[in-house]
């Protein structure tokens, strides 16, 4: 069996921001020579994400939106991590609902020409998008 | 390394829907060959889910309850994503929620005969249920 | 390809427990002899969940009463699953927004050492936390 593994970082100018790494994770399968198997995209930090869904800025408004209603930062005493001197229990929550990790078939070519639409092509690739909460 | 790779496609008559995919999955493992390994079951809309749970008519009425109360579909305009001229942003952060994949190790048969009751048989197979938002 | 598989059990003297499966995770890695591949920890009750997050108790508590908040486990009337006689809708919810499964690559040895604290090194081992709702 063949595999291939490689790190990516991002840096992220704002507490809560989404990163579109859809190119990233082709390279890497590129990269890796593998034709037929999985890919998984993975974060490595507990306060992130990876998932698979459009890549449209209304949206990425919209999921931050929703977390924060339903997972709010403030008041940060709210949460007994925070007690530890941290203030990002929320992001470590967040991180369950928006998910850990992507794993998507390969090779990925034929199901993006099959759909063809933005979105789809997004959820065609894994690590459509990457969130730090 | 085998592997084996099958689209399904499921039209829903309703917006919200439920579907019992355990048998289109049981019988992809079984035309695969493979005996030993992972069968991963996966969404290709970013508005749709497959995940394992009980196949329970009522827990499917709570499951779409539960998601109406974190995130509405109405009123529409709440969501940026719609203003792009679609009305299915609570369906995109839904999908977040419940999960895109499943990912289950084969065999599954003797896990399903140490267990026994309806829902563990359900989660021993992939691709329990796939979801509609 | 080599493979592995084990059931691990655990029993939890609460309703709503968490128990760090880490070492158990690795001891299974180590006893499979894999050395490059995919580990996959998986929950087998469709009310229980395996994810990765920080084993830090203050947290614990936090996604305890995040869950109570968004999936109130009282009354239980207010569930339709609970009308077969069973109480747990609420798990059953619940294990959907912390996720089902974990798929983590190996060997993870390597990203513990370049990561370093407490949560990072958790995040590098599949199967941080099983929960049970």
Redesign the interface.
């Known amino acids: 069996?063949k595999?291939f593994?490689k790190?990516l970082w991002f840096h992220t100018p704002t507490h809560v921001a989404f990163v579109k790494i859809t190119r990233q994770v082709a390279e890497c399968v590129s990269e890796s020579g593998v034709k037929?198997?999985?890919v998984?995209a993975?974060?490595?930090?507990?306060t992130a994400s990876v998932?698979?869904?459009?890549a449209?800025?209304?949206?990425h408004?919209?999921?931050s939106a929703?977390l924060e209603k339903?997972?709010p930062h403030e008041p940060i005493a709210q949460?007994?991590?925070?007690?530890?001197g941290e203030d990002n229990?929320d992001a470590?929550?967040r991180?369950?609902?928006?998910?850990?990790?992507?794993?998507?078939?390969l090779p990925t070519a034929s199901?993006i020409s099959?759909?063809g639409n933005r979105?789809?092509t997004?959820?065609?690739m894994a690590g459509g998008v990457s969130g730090c909460w």
């Open positions: 069996m595999s593994r790190e037929d198997g999985l998984l993975n974060a490595m930090h507990n998932f698979i869904n459009a449209e800025s209304g949206l408004h919209d999921h929703g339903l997972v949460y007994r991590h925070n007690d530890t229990a470590h929550i991180r369950q609902v928006m998910g850990r990790e992507v794993v998507s078939p199901l099959v759909r979105s789809s997004a959820s065609s």
